[in-house]
């Protein structure tokens, strides 16, 4: 009886550890997440209106669209230009791309919108994408300033 008690301790014991380092493997043998592509991007405004504040002069509220717009973090000024220049991580599975922004503000009493923005497709397999907009601004009688920006240049890698 005392023998019997302890075979059944030991199997409970021994299918315990086994359930333990089976799920252990597979935990260990599940494929990484997919990688994104990074953005080097490039966008720019080609008729502000260069007097008075200079930041009228570059792009205002640059958002980078995935499937989800989101404001472009850390944007630099190209020297000699009125653009900006960012690096931006896609997120993983994004197919299709555009820029928005605006190249004007402070009219109203319609104000400033963000218009159209040209998106281009992501081949698969991208890790790297080099891609400039440039964006023009009009307004829209009688009502908004609208900014229109297009795809100027892309290249995948």
Not at 39 to 49: A, D, K, M, P, Q
Not at 74 to 100: E, I, K, N, S
Not at 135 to 141: I, L, M, R
Request: aromatic letters at 8%; glycine letters at 10%; charged letters at 10%.
């Amino acid at each position: 009886m005392l023998a019997a008690k302890l075979l059944r301790r030991g199997l409970a014991l021994g299918s315990a550890l086994i359930v333990t380092c089976a799920l252990g493997v597979v935990s260990l043998a599940q494929p990484a997440t997919a990688t994104s592509a990074v953005l080097y991007g490039r966008v720019e405004c080609t008729n502000s209106n260069h007097y008075g504040n200079v930041s009228n002069w570059y792009p205002l509220n640059v958002r980078l669209s995935t499937g989800s717009s989101q404001i472009v973090p850390g944007l630099v000024t190209v020297p000699g230009t009125y653009a900006f220049q960012f690096t931006q991580a896609l997120p993983a599975g994004a197919t299709g791309m555009g820029v928005r922004a605006l190249c004007s503000s402070g009219h109203s009493p319609y104000g400033d919108f963000d218009g159209t923005s040209e998106y281009t497709s992501i081949p698969a397999g991208t890790t790297s994408i080099t891609a400039s907009w440039r964006c023009s601004t009009a307004p829209v009688n009688p009502g908004p300033w609208m900014t229109n920006c297009t795809l100027r240049s892309v290249s995948f890698s």
